[in-house]
T-cell receptor, first 112, second 113 residues
Framework: ETGVTQSPTHLIKTRGQQVTLRCSSQSGHNTVSWYQQALGQGPQFIFQYYREEENGRGNFPPRFSGLQFPNYSSELNVNALELDDSALYLC???????????FGSGTQLSVL | DAKTTQPTSMDCAEGRAANLPCNHSTISGNEYVYWYRQIHSQGPQYIIHGLKNNETNEMASLIITEDRKSSTLILPHATLRDTAVYYCIVRPAGGTSYGKLTFGQGTILTVHP
């Protein structure tokens, strides 16, 4: 148990819809990052938030966006869903300068 | 970040040591070696990290070669619960992208009874 919780655990959407995934960070952690993990692949970095601002982004289009709230919880929003967006979405929290990330169990998104 | 190469899969008998190799021949002087693992249906879990000295914690040992071009993760007494995908990751120390890890395909370790 890492203390990082994600909701919902599973979600089914149709192509073109929008989705919001939520993450509650481990206590005391003010940095949150999001990853996408396609079936059979390693997780791919989407972006990172620190003190409510995005400060690092991977190779994902602008329709992937996020928010971090004052309590350090976070949301990942994906607009105009595509079939290839079907994946496990992982949230991880950390403290700046701390060398390890703590991951949640993820949200499994299926786009039909 | 430097690229890593790992075997696709490995087997180990329960109770024996599991030795997982990783090649990172293009590693830079300020880059650390990290190991995470991912058990089915869970998020990745941090195991250990090191720069150039060997490291040991309650989960595993990390042996880094003197030229730092490869490393080995050692699980001294593997159990069935160690069956997972093991990821070797190279990342610079410090900087602002604390939350960014570049995962490869990893090694699927299967521990047999």
């Amino acid at each position: 148990e890492t203390g990082v919780t994600q909701s919902p655990t599973h979600l089914i959407k149709t192509r073109g819809q929008q989705v919001t995934l939520r993450c509650s960070s481990q206590s005391g952690h003010n940095t949150v990052s999001w990853y996408q993990q396609a079936l059979g692949q390693g997780p791919q970095f989407i972006f990172q938030y620190y003190r409510e601002e995005e400060n690092g982004r991977g190779n994902f289009p602008p329709r992937f966006s996020g928010l971090q709230f004052p309590n350090y919880s976070s949301e990942l929003n994906v607009n105009a869903l595509e079939l290839d967006d079907s994946a496990l979405y992982l949230c991880a929290s950390s403290k700046p300068q701390e060398e390890k990330l703590f991951f949640g169990s993820g949200t499994q998104l299926s786009v039909l | 970040d430097a690229k890593t190469t790992q075997p696709t899969s490995m087997d180990c008998a329960e109770g024996r040591a599991a030795n997982l190799p990783c090649n990172h021949s293009t590693i830079s002087g300020n880059e650390y070696v990290y190991w995470y693992r991912q058990i089915h249906s869970q998020g990745p879990q941090y195991i250990i990290h090191g720069l150039k000295n060997n490291e040991t914690n309650e989960m595993a040992s990390l042996i880094i070669t003197e030229d730092r071009k490869s490393s080995t993760l050692i699980l001294p007494h593997a159990t069935l619960r160690d069956t997972a995908v093991y990821y070797c990751i190279v990342r610079p120390a410090g900087g602002t992208s604390y939350g960014k890890l570049t995962f490869g395909q990893g090694t699927i370790l299967t521990v047999h009874p």
